[in-house]
């Protein structure tokens, strides 16, 4: 999902950043008891969305129904109920179905609403909803073609007393035609019992039943040429990227209200959990504050001509098996060139496959920043270094999905890096390395994730892999030192974990700047 072009929310990021459980557990649903008054309800108007697809701009209605606790305590998790959104596609959107030969429709949903205390000047915090279903449903032959998302929303916590509102911010749309059979994949049906063979009077050597396709088999036709049936052929897809139109009302769906604790009435100036009264910081491991300013930094570039320009953070932790020791690696910006998803050239029906090209960006040079490190080699001699990891190669990052449930997916991330090692001491004494001790060749990396659980490119997440770390070469005056430096660092399998954090819009500022992520290990 990309960030519109005119979107006029400057803080707003396409991720989920900032307070705890927004992308938790949802709560169970209570048993609906027809309409209470201790709940509100979206007001159920329809708002006008511009979407990108491959044909141009379109225009499409989205009403969105939801509902939500009137009150609930401070650091309640609130959960969404009764999720559905409604999407009216404009004449040139449903002309797109037609004009495709699509004469049903069968896909998902995501949206993003943002969430924002009117009693505080802090930043709206984004929250996603990746896996709205939208189930078969035909396309009219004359006006305009409506399809309906509904799912379960996660858990939103937030942490802060006061009047809260939810608005509109963006929905993408991932519509293809069901498969052969009509429908969208499912469980398998429970099969019918065999029924039992009626006695026939005769032996059981005569009343054998005929193998299929015998002499005696009259159930089937014969496998003839005249009689195959024409492979199907394959399923067409559209892909709407909407924004909230730059001239809509900016009213919210619907408020509610955040109790201090102990609170029984009216909103107080309230406090975080803490007592601070500041912004709260991250609880659930991707970031470690909400952003106070709407900036993008200046390592973040938009490097590459496709529909979306994103940076975020990017940092780990990468294991060194010779020392039984772990280095750090700090976090540093990732730029991101995002096309639009599409059907996946040779992948089954309803999966759609995004190629994304990322940059990392330090001070003008393709690397992270220099990190210190401290171990212990052979369990008891303290080493010290500065490592430097530079980008060699084009990172690639593959992301397949499937827009129908269960909505399974995988994310691999392929690039080479480069590693130098700097203010080296060994047992307290430094070591003179010079300026280009660094691996020998390329180290090439695969990471890998699951989505949308463990990664997903704009909220992002962590990967993970093993990397073989080359020898190293230009240690010394004369490389008298390569042979240590390889012996202290090199060798093979060395577990590595990544985090990303959430995006930065280079283009439109949403979300920016990025937050730095809290590294996972």
Known sequence: MRVASGRAVPAVAVAVVGLTGILATPAASKQDTGPRSDVVHADGSALPFRCETEGGEREVSVRFGLSLPERVPIGEPVTPEDVTVDVTLGDEATADLTGRDMPSVTGS????????NEDRETDEVPLVWPTLAVPATPVPEQGRAEVTARGKAPSFTPEQAGRWTLSAREVTLYLATPPPDGDAPGPEPEPEPEPEPEPSGEDDAGSEAEEPGSAADTSAPSSTTDTEVPPASPPRALTLDCALAPDAAADPLLSWHVAEDGENGEAGEGQDRDGTGSAPGEADGTTDALAEAADVPEDCEDFADEPTAWCAYL??????????????IEPGILNLAVPNPGPCPDGPPLWFCQNVTGELSHEGKQEFPPSDNAFHAFDFMPNAA??????????????????VAPYEGSVVARTEMSVRADDVTVNGKRLDVGEDCRTAEPMPVTLTADYPDGYVVDRGGTLDGTVDIPEFTGCGRAGELDSLITGLISGPGNYVKMTQGSVCDVRNTGGCPPPIPTLAR
């Open 315 to 328: 940092g780990g932790f990468n294991n060194i098996n010779a020392m039984g020791s772990a280095a750090r």
């Open 109 to 116: 949903a995501e949206v993003v609403l943002a969430a924002a």
């Open 386 to 403: 500065t490592v430097e990891v530079s980008q060699v190669a084009p990172m690639d990052i593959e992301v397949q999905f499937q827009i």
